[in-house]
């Protein structure tokens, strides 16, 4: 005999699985089983056309010695994160920080600025390799003549530019959310001592928005970790695999090659997945060590 | 030098005021300054799509860039008239973004409502299974992914005795390929169990004293007082459906089966001189997630706003 008691136990167990499992399944397929099959990928070598050979440690090895990852792909996805990050960080801060004064119009710039970041990644990348042909809009209003998307030296900068431009919208209306937490009071008692606009930035949001901050230095990392929309469109790496990025080349490897290395791309993608792990830990230690309270 | 018996601490502190003003003024300036700045910048590159989308092919890097003379309608009668792939891109890419929306919305509401309300085995390390694999890049699962939507993780299935298992759908170059693995969301469960969690309890206790089971008081009560929140998700979710590229530029191959992004994409590879047909049609993919988000506005800044607050 159950008693009524373990019934209701029961029945609510069936219950909690009955609402869960449409997403459960859903997502232990496609994140579960899919994240252990590429860890389990990564030591193989397989090319959808003969099943996965083993070779143990192999796989990373290649990658490591692949010349295309070591001198193009792991320093411009590096480089690509250390200037885009900064840049778009600092950009939507001071953004958010001039949307917060008292001032008019605010509603309307909110939106223009938020417009970027509604217009989808392929869009704008069609958009920007035209605005930037050597013909295009960008030459003509500057009276330059670059060739700048098939240049070594200028590709890379533009799409750093096009990322900068379009989430610098979203991050601001993140900062802007968090800039409406800090209680006026602060910056009244600041305008009493006698503190202006720019003493007000450095000494009070800097340091009460640290973990908005840190929210948003994390997901910039991560995202431009995993650059490819803009990359694949405007420039596909090149020109010379100056744009070749780390996610690029996991794809390029995995679909688009002639000879189909899904192996060691997967043994890419594990790596990328702890180079983003190791830096986000890091950015997390250097930005909440930096100042006393990081509380919220 | 205050040499004059005529200055008073009074006027001192005038002109302290006055200091103050003017300092006042040049900042709000700058503010200005900075707004209308960076407001040109955001508004450019659409600004010059739309001029150039009225111009002839030919035109397509000419000047005038500020107006669009000669003005002709040329490159929209191309993708409604002539070039019949477009509007089928159109639908497609409408189809897979309401069904992606409705479902995933559904599938994380009922998970988030389980998660927060219902006590059930293994619900602890379920749920911090969910927060690690928000933390995950989803590059890393892209190729298992692929081979479970199509040929099967393992070549010719499993087999146990003369049982076969198949370990892929098959369904490459199918809209549910696109569909499947986005109805499934870490942070839309995450989302909606903090949003339930913090929701007050009585009303669904009260349906339950009047004998309405747990689902008919999900269905009944719950869903619709919590249709704020799922809206919230709603077009968080569409936005990304609808500008999605990388996945199912991997999973569709056949033109007339692609989403906008990817066709707008494949047109360009394949006419590359249409320009401008290109820019009209990015229009095309543009002013509907443009339309919905000035009509929602209020719902698309919470739903930005609320990924950073939550997480801090």
């Known amino acids: 005999m159950i008693s009524a008691g373990r019934r209701r136990k029961l029945s609510e167990a069936i219950d909690g699985y009955l609402f869960i499992s449409p997403w459960l399944i859903i997502f232990a397929i496609f994140s579960v089983i899919s994240l252990g099959y590429a860890v389990y990928l990564s030591f ?13 440690l192999e796989g990373y090895q290649r990658v490591l010695n692949d010349e295309l990852f070591m001198t193009k792909a792991l320093p411009n996805t590096f480089k690509f994160v250390l200037i885009v990050v900064p840049i778009q960080t600092a950009l939507s801060l001071v953004l958010a920080f001039t949307m ?14 938020y417009l970027p970041s509604v217009t989808s990644s392929v869009v704008i990348s069609l958009i920007f390799v035209w605005l930037f042909a050597p013909q295009g809009i960008f030459n003509q209003i500057t009276g330059l003549t670059n060739n700048w998307l098939n240049d070594p030296a200028t590709a890379f900068y533009v799409i750093m530019g096009l990322n900068i431009f379009t989430t610098a919208g979203t991050l601001m209306l993140i900062f802007l959310a968090g800039l409406q937490d800090i209680s006026s009071t602060i910056y009244e008692a600041s305008e009493i001592d006698g ?23 994390t997901v910039g990392v991560i995202g431009c970790f995993q650059v490819f929309d803009q990359i694949f469109i405007m420039t596909a790496g090149g020109p010379l695999d100056s744009t070749t990025t780390i996610t690029y080349l996991i794809y390029k490897w995995a679909f688009r090659d002639t000879t189909i290395k899904m192996g060691q791309a997967a043994s890419l993608a594990v790596i990328l997945t702890f180079i983003i792990l190791v830096v986000t830990l890091l950015q997390r230690r250097v930005i909440e060590g930096s100042g006393s309270s990081a509380e919220r | 030098m205050t040499t004059t018996p005529t200055t008073t601490p009074d006027s001192g502190f005038g002109w302290f005021l006055f200091f103050v003003r003017i300092r006042q003024t040049v900042f709000k300036i700058i503010f200005y300054a900075i707004l209308i700045a960076w407001a040109l910048f955001s508004i450019a590159p659409l600004y010059f799509t739309l001029v150039f989308s009225f111009k002839p092919v030919v035109d397509a890097y000419a000047p005038p860039i500020w107006w669009p003379t000669p003005f002709t309608l040329d490159n929209y009668q191309t993708i409604l008239g002539t070039f019949d792939l477009f509007p089928r891109w159109v639908v497609n890419s409408i189809n897979i973004s309401l069904v992606v929306t409705l ?6 509401a009922m998970a988030g409502y389980a998660f927060a309300r219902i006590e ?29 939507i199509g040929p099967g993780l393992v070549r010719g299935g499993l087999t146990l005795g003369d049982l076969a298992i198949p370990t892929g759908f098959g369904l490459l170059d199918s809209h549910w390929a ?38 008919s008081t999900f269905f009944r009560i719950v869903l619709p007082i919590s249709q704020t929140q799922l809206l919230t998700l709603g077009l968080l979710t569409f936005q990304g459906a609808w500008n999605n590229f990388l996945w199912p530029l991997i999973v569709l191959r056949s033109p007339e089966n692609f989403t906008l992004p990817i066709g707008l994409q494949w047109f360009r590879g394949e006419y590359y001189t ?35 607050s939550k997480e801090g």
């Not at chain 1, 193989?44 to 143990?56: A, C, K, Q, V």
């Not at chain 2, 479902?103 to 994380?108: G, I, K």
């Open chain 1, 195 to 217: 503190a202006n606009a720019v003493q007000k930035f450095f000494y009070i949001t800097i340091p009460m928005l640290r973990p908005v901050i840190f929210f948003v230095v």
């Open chain 2, 103 to 108: 479902l995933r919305v559904l599938f994380c």
């Open chain 1, 100 to 113: 917060d004064q008292k001032l008019r119009y605010r509603r309307f710039f909110r939106t223009v600025f």
């Open chain 2, 178 to 215: 696109v569909i499947l693995p986005g109805v499934a969301d870490a942070f839309g469960v995450f989302m909606m169990t903090q949003f339930y969690k913090s929701f007050p309890r009585e009303l669904e206790e009260a349906a339950v004293m009047d004998g309405s089971g747990r689902w």
């Open chain 2, 120 to 148: 059930f085995p293994l619900k602890k390390i379920l749920f911090n299974v969910l927060l690690v694999s928000m933390m995950m890049p989803g590059i890393v699962t892209l190729i298992p992914s692929f081979l479970i």
């Open chain 2, 274 to 308: 249409l320009y401008s047909v290109v820019l009209a049609g990015s229009l095309f993919n543009t002013l509907p997630i443009l339309i919905i988000f000035f009509i929602f506005q209020r719902y698309f800044i919470r739903s930005v706003a609320s990924t950073g």
């Open chain 1, 44 to 56: 193989t070598s397989y090319n959808l056309l003969r099943p996965p050979e083993w070779h143990g």
